[in-house]
T-cell receptor
Framework: AQKVTQAQTEISVVEKEDVTLDCVYE???????LFWYKQPPSGELVFLIRRNSFDEQNEISGRYSWNFQKSTSSFNFTITASQVVDSAVYFCALSEDNSGGSNYKLTFGKGTLLTVNP | EPEVTQTPSHQVTQMGQEVILRCVPISNHLYFYWYRQILGQKVEFLVSFYNNEISEKSEIFDDQFSVERPDGSNFTLKIRSTKLEDSAMYFC??????????????FGDGTRLSIL
């Protein structure tokens, strides 16, 4: 069974601080996919990034960066120089590539509420 | 950019009534999903749908729930006799064929269902 743990329920920072959101996952599959989604106060889910299990290369996109480490089953997300507009709930999610099927349902963590104060 | 659209954005229904939530997936997508998010909690998988049939459903998706793709464009979630605990945000998602790596799910903005 797949599981995603986001141990940080809430984080509060001051604008321009760097912040890292933790994500730890569990899966029995050797092929799987990891995602981060942002949920602003308006409620929609905004896709941020995906990684597959055979590509541990870290990624940077502007102020966002992601650190994927299979050895610790972690897929952490860092926002550099945070801004008030970054305030949202951030969800980490896992999808397994089981049995060659194509379902790819997402299992979400409980989310981390990030508040960036001016 | 194409997007998944959901209607209505907010639905208020009396307990015991039937409700239908509607979704229009992205036009060339073939895989469809419903998820639920109770207020303040995580997003939970309900059901996936492909080739006009359910491919997987969760424990939440009991006999009160059904899905349908009635006309090749809409994808609906029906709750037959709503309960108070059905109050939640319901998200529809769709994706193209292919591995999840390069074909992520695209989510609609959600329908907030309030059961009175």
């Amino acid at each position: 069974a797949q599981k995603v743990t986001q141990a940080q329920t809430e984080i509060s920072v001051v604008e321009k601080e760097d912040v890292t959101l933790d994500c730890v996952y569990e899966t029995r599959d050797t092929t799987y996919y990891l995602f981060w989604y942002k949920q602003p106060p308006s409620g929609e889910l905004v896709f941020l990034i995906r990684r597959n299990s055979f590509d541990e290369q870290n990624e940077i996109s502007g102020r966002y960066s992601w650190n994927f480490q299979k050895s610790t089953s972690s897929f952490n997300f860092t926002i550099t120089a945070s801004q008030v507009v970054d305030s949202a709930v951030y969800f980490c999610a896992l999808s397994e590539d089981n049995s060659g099927g194509s379902n790819y349902k997402l299992t979400f963590g409980k989310g981390t509420l990030l508040t960036v104060n001016p | 950019e194409p997007e998944v659209t959901q209607t209505p954005s907010h639905q208020v229904t009396q307990m015991g009534q039937e409700v239908i939530l509607r979704c229009v997936p992205i036009s060339n997508h073939l895989y469809f999903y419903w998820y639920r998010q109770i207020l303040g909690q995580k997003v939970e998988f309900l059901v996936s749908f492909y080739n006009n049939e359910i491919s997987e459903k969760s424990e939440i998706f009991d006999d009160q729930f059904s899905v349908e793709r009635p006309d090749g464009s809409n994808f609906t979630l029906k709750i037959r006799s709503t309960k108070l605990e059905d109050s939640a945000m319901y998200f529809c998602a769709s994706r193209s064929p292919g591995r999840a790596w390069n074909q992520p799910q695209h989510f609609g903005d959600g329908t907030r269902l309030s059961i009175l």
